[in-house]
């Protein structure tokens, strides 16, 4: 297949592309590395040494002959967009193209709007591209998990049937996300449903839970692929934060009680569950919504495993109850379903079996580059400012002004 996969320097999306190409299918990858300008704004970077997106093509095509085009340029920007769609026309778009972390949305006002306006203007564009240009194009988007929340009823799959007052009706699950980043999802998803309900568009919105890992069959061939590894405050996950503190001798920093439970997946089954989207399209007029997760834990669980882990390396982790920063429940019921991707034919990686060699393995190889004053959490959801006045401040946060075409 023809796939363009926005958001292709990013953390899964590097991953994917290279697997799809692997697979054989024919990749472009879209990105105008502003993830990258973020580690400078917030003056952290990723354990693992990543290399230039350029470098990184040119040894993937040395080693496997496989060519991945690079189409640099901003998702916000329509013309450059829909000359994208125009000149590659892909039969899947996957899109990855968003300002994916909760604590950066609520820095402050600024970075609120940004969010927003990233994301949701990225994913309107593709619509509209879509619509004018390839419109029987499968767009796959990645969502998120945490679009609904922590309801005290079982999670479906997008939808759920409703009976009220004698009348009963399929409608879209309820959605309390717990962040502005987390809100530019449900946004994003709103827009997929009409567009596809109103011009026949065909989607699939992929609520990913939080993704772990960092080595893939293909990021393993060599080490100028390696991915990325964020273990900051702003950007890094619940688990590569645990395993990069566990190798450097910091306090596991569990927030609260650590009730808070969530859905995992292995990187690995996040580049399966794209290509079984792409390879198995939604019909034209049809939003279809997966629960792209394979185990729930809850933040304490995954202490207690990375505990163990690293004892099990001669290391001591601790941990360490820190007041949460979030406003989120850390006791509550948590059932979410997530059968549709294993019946197309996912077969899962779980924790159990890579923790180790995923996770605690990339943090030891790198444990000089960990920078132990990244660890605790400054960003706070109850003081989300107008401005926050820091040290580094938000001149990388673009302005809009340029891209509104
Ligand atoms: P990432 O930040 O590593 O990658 C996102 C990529 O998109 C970056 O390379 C960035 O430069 C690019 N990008 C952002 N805005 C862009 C724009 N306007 N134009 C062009 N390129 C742009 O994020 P990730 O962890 O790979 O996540 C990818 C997607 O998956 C996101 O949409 C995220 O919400 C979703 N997701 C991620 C996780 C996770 O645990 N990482 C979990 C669930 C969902
Ligand atoms: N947490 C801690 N200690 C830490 C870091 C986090 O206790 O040091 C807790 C948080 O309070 C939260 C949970 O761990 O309850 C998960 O936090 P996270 O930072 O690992 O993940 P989250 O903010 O939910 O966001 C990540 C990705 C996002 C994706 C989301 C999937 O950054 O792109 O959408 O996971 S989900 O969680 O299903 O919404």
């Not at 993830?35 to 952290?44: F, G, K, T």
């Not at 834990?297 to 495993?305: D, G, K, M, R, W």
Request: aromatic share 10%.
């Amino acid at each position: 297949m023809k796939i363009a996969v926005l958001g292709g320097d990013g953390y899964c999306g590097w991953a994917t592309a290279l697997y799809l190409s692997a697979k054989g299918h024919d990749v472009a990858i879209v990105d105008n590395f502003i993830r990258r300008q973020w580690d400078y704004e917030l003056s952290v970077q990723t354990l693992t040494p990543i290399r230039p997106l350029a470098e990184r093509l040119r040894v993937w095509q040395e080693l496997t002959g496989n060519v991945i085009e690079l189409l640099v340029g901003d998702v916000t920007d329509y013309d450059f967009l829909a000359s994208v769609i125009r000149g590659f026309e892909p039969e899947a778009v996957v899109h990855f193209a968003e300002q994916r972390s909760a604590p950066y949305s609520m820095i402050d006002r600024k970075h609120a709007v940004f969010t927003q306006i990233n994301n949701v203007t990225g994913t309107l564009n593709l619509l509209f591209a879509l619509r004018e240009l390839q419109p029987d194009c499968h767009l796959v988007k990645l969502g998120t998990m945490g679009e609904y929340g922590t309801p005290n009823i079982d999670i479906e799959e997008g939808y759920i049937t409703i009976e009220h007052k004698g009348r009963r009706d399929v409608l879209p699950f309820p959605k309390q996300p717990g962040s502005f980043y987390h809100l530019s999802k449900v946004h994003d998803s709103h827009n997929m449903m009409f567009a596809c309900r109103i011009w026949g568009l065909r989607a699939t919105d992929l609520n990913q839970g939080v993704v772990y890992g960092t080595v893939t069959d293909e990021v393993a061939f060599d080490e100028a692929l390696i991915n990325r590894f964020d273990y900051d405050e702003v950007f890094g996950t619940v688990l590569n934060r645990f395993c990069a503190q566990a190798v450097a001798g910091h306090a596991l920093t569990v927030y609260g009680q650590g009730g808070q439970t969530r859905g995992f997946l292995d990187i690995r089954d996040t580049v399966r569950c794209i290509e079984l989207a792409c390879l198995n399209p939604a019909d034209r007029g049809e939003c279809r919504v997966y629960n792209q997760f394979t185990e729930q834990f809850s933040v304490i669980e995954l202490a207690e495993l990375v505990k163990a882990a690293a004892s099990k390396l001669g290391l001591k982790a601790e941990i360490e109850h820190l007041s949460d920063p979030r406003v989120e429940k850390e006791q509550h019921y948590y059932n979410a379903h997530h059968s549709k991707l294993i019946d197309l034919g996912l077969s899962p990686h779980y924790l159990s079996d890579s923790l180790l060699d995923s996770l605690m393995n990339i943090a030891i190889r790198y444990r000089d580059r960990i920078d132990s004053s990244i660890f605790l959490p400054q960003v706070n959801w109850r003081n989300t400012s107008n401005e926050r006045k820091t040290q580094t401040t938000v001149s990388a946060v673009p302005s809009f002004a340029a891209t509104g075409s």
